[in-house]
């Protein structure tokens, strides 16, 4: 089975200091925590999750040299360079190269709605235009578009487009496609880690995973060594962290349950705003509960 980028990867928050810029020793501090104690295989940096549509250019250069030069040696870095200019999406898929990521991922174009043949079209031509790796993220409810199954069977011959970060939610259509191809498939939404498992996915981009890593990680490999039983309980018990997470916006509840457990992942940057203390305290009610 195709497995590139490891099984366990987290979307981490991007830290800002109170001063809304960038905090590159708690990324990295961040970064060694999620490899080091919640076991993640490899860390997508400048995604959704990471605020990634407010970060400029530089900052994003400057945080994925810092997460690398921290943790690099022992987790692949996957950089998040999709928007919905092709040729911006270039420019920072050739600085990710440059920086020393380990792979790309690269939505889907949102807002403007391009047809399937241009869908392909972009993501061929940015695959074309580095040596790294290619995980198509295909999210069509932030996209507003769906990358369709005979599209993703097209895409997958290419030789650098390894893997999709499937939030679509429609294991089915994602069946088909591992079938057709040797996409690696990872579930983009954490409760749907197992469920695609089921029918050949090979592991999760969580959010969740910033507190439930340890665990989603061992659900995984009760799977993988048949203890199927066991992994739907493991799953069971997560449940509540795997959905909450998304009781609004992901990293708003992230960074809230990081400040609560000691890290200092400051503020959001609108137009985010910081989960209120209600939200905030509703999810770490469920992170305790779950034993985390």
């Given at each position: ?173 994602s069946s088909q496609v591992m079938k057709a191809t040797g996409l690696a498939y990872y579930a983009g939404d954490d409760g749907m880690t197992l469920p695609l498992m ?95």
């Amino acid at each position: 089975m195709n497995v590139p980028f490891g099984r366990l990867l987290t979307a981490q928050v991007t830290p800002f200091h109170d001063d809304g810029s960038l905090n590159l020793d708690e990324a990295r501090r961040l970064a060694a925590h999620l490899v080091d104690v919640q076991g993640n295989d490899a860390l997508v940096i400048n995604g959704t999750t990471g605020e990634a549509p407010t970060t400029s250019d530089a900052e994003k250069s400057a945080l994925l040299e810092a997460v690398i030069a921290e943790v690099g040696d022992r987790a692949k870095i996957v950089a998040g360079v999709g928007t919905f200019n092709t040729a911006h999406t270039m420019e920072l898929a050739k600085q990710a190269e440059q920086a020393g990521a380990a792979g790309l991922l690269v939505v889907t174009p949102y807002y403007s709605r391009p047809p399937q043949d241009a869908v392909a079209d972009h993501f061929v031509t940015v695959a074309d235009a580095t040596t790294l790796p290619i995980m198509i993220y295909d999210i069509p409810h932030r996209s507003g578009i769906a990358v369709e199954t005979p599209t993703l069977i097209q895409l997958g011959a290419h030789p650098q487009i390894v893997a999709v970060k499937d939030a679509k939610g429609q294991p089915v259509a994602s069946s088909q496609v591992m079938k057709a191809t040797g996409l690696a498939y990872y579930a983009g939404d954490d409760g749907m880690t197992l469920p695609l498992m089921a029918v050949g996915g090979v592991g999760v981009v969580g959010t969740s995973t910033h507190f439930t890593g340890r665990g989603t990680k061992a659900m995984i490999q009760s799977f993988l060594d048949g203890d199927v039983a066991g992994a739907a309980q493991q799953h069971a018990e997560l449940l509540p962290v795997f959905t909450g997470v998304f009781a609004t916006q992901g990293a708003m509840l992230v960074k809230a349950g990081l400040a609560a457990r000691g890290f200092a992942p400051g503020p959001m940057r609108k137009p985010l705003l910081n989960a209120s203390a209600e939200q905030a305290a509703t999810f770490v009610a469920l992170l305790e509960a779950a034993g985390l």
